[in-house]
Nanobody, 124 residues
Framework: QVQLVESGGGSVQAGGSLKLSCAASGDTYRDKSMAWFRQIAGLEREVVAVLGIDDGYVYYADYAKGRFTCSPDNTKNTMYLQMNNLKPEDTAVYYC?????????????????WGRGTQVTVSS
């Protein structure tokens, strides 16, 4: 069992930055994929970035490339999402998730454990 807690959401103006954190506890933090997803109101949940805990490889959705950076602090069992140059269309609830599948799974169905989410609101 893995418990995930997100923090760091908030409201910013377009062009601003936010850094989200996902603290993991419970079962081993290793041998898993961790990911950030987001859900824009009225739309399906979509992947933002997927981190391979053991190899450190990060997959990014196209809209996140060059603006978002996903990184781990394995000493703290924490994953971060640094978001720069935020746009109003980035407004969403951002979720942290963990999966037993390695190799950059991207479907929400591949992820077993989920945090409760943190709201990010970007105003124009």
């Amino acid at each position: 069992q893995v418990q995930l807690v997100e923090s760091g959401g908030g409201s910013v103006q377009a062009g601003g930055s936010l850094k989200l954190s996902c603290a993991a506890s419970g079962d081993t933090y290793r041998d898993k994929s961790m990911a950030w997803f987001r859900q824009i109101a009225g739309l399906e949940r979509e992947v933002v970035a997927v981190l391979g805990i053991d190899d450190g490889y990060v997959y990014y959705a196209d809209y996140a490339k060059g603006r978002f950076t996903c990184s781990p602090d394995n000493t703290k069992n924490t994953m971060y999402l640094q978001m720069n140059n935020l746009k109003p269309e980035d407004t969403a609830v951002y979720y942290c998730a963990a999966s037993m599948i390695i190799g950059s799974p991207q479907s929400p169905r591949d992820f077993i454990w989920w945090g409760r989410g943190t709201q990010v609101t970007v105003s124009s």
